[in-house]
């Protein structure tokens, strides 16, 4: 099915436990986007990358670890999961345009619960 | 902090109204978008206006940017139920390194 879609959907954890958040688009989009969404902090970038294998920070990056070895999967990675990391969690990719990023399409989520 | 900041926080609006959100940012931009979120979903794109634009409409959707004032406003008329959400602008001054969202508002349209 083409789209882009996040697995799991629901996640529970334990604190200090090393979770991963798959990503993954048909699309053959350029950009991949994680973000996550907490009441009152709307959407924050965790990272981004622009190609296989190019990856940067976003605004908010610790405590989290990317790859990208192929186009079209994203994984995201806690590599010890802490209380503060209870989320929702969104992926994104896009073709990208001249002037900037351009038109994102979101995956469908993943709620992340660490006890 | 954050680049862009939607007003008002929630709106609430009877059927056949319109209903306009507006989106402040502090630095420059290559263009600004806006998504909806419907609830326990993900954000779909709705529009984008680029820096040299001043409106841009689709479908009842009307896009106003002001780069001089550092700001948006997304029109939505003749609303309905469906059109309830949450509505979030976002900008892009990078290549992704500065695409922020806003932390929304929260439209209600009543039937």
């Known amino acids: 099915d083409a789209g882009i879609t996040q697995s799991p959907r629901y996640k529970i954890t334990e604190t200090g436990r090393q979770v991963t958040l798959m990503c993954h688009q048909t699309?053959?989009?350029?950009?991949m986007f994680w973000y996550r969404q907490d009441l009152g902090h709307g959407l924050r970038l965790i990272y981004y990358s622009a190609a296989a294998d190019i990856t940067d920070k976003g605004e908010v990056p610790d405590g989290y670890v990317v790859s990208r070895s192929k186009t079209e999967n994203f994984p995201l990675t806690l590599e010890s999961a802490t209380r503060s990391q209870t989320s929702v969690y969104f992926c994104a990719s896009g073709p990208g345009t001249s002037g900037g990023v351009g038109e994102q399409f979101f995956g469908p989520g993943t709620r992340l619960t660490v006890l | 902090s954050q680049q862009g900041e939607e007003d008002p926080q929630a709106l609430s609006i009877q059927e056949g109204e319109n209903a306009t959100m507006n989106c402040s940012y502090k630095t420059s931009i290559n263009n600004l978008q806006w998504y909806r979120q419907n609830s326990g979903r993900g954000l779909v794109h709705l529009i984008l206006?680029?820096?040299?634009?001043r409106e841009k409409h689709s479908g009842r959707l009307r896009v106003t940017l002001d780069t001089s004032k550092k700001s948006s406003s997304l029109l939505i008329t003749a609303s309905r139920a469906a059109d309830t959400a949450s509505y979030f602008c976002a900008t892009d001054n990078n290549y992704g390194q500065n695409f922020v969202f806003g932390p929304g508002t929260r439209l209600s349209v009543l039937p």
């Open positions: 206006i680029r820096s040299n634009e």
């Open positions: 699309w053959s989009h350029s950009y």
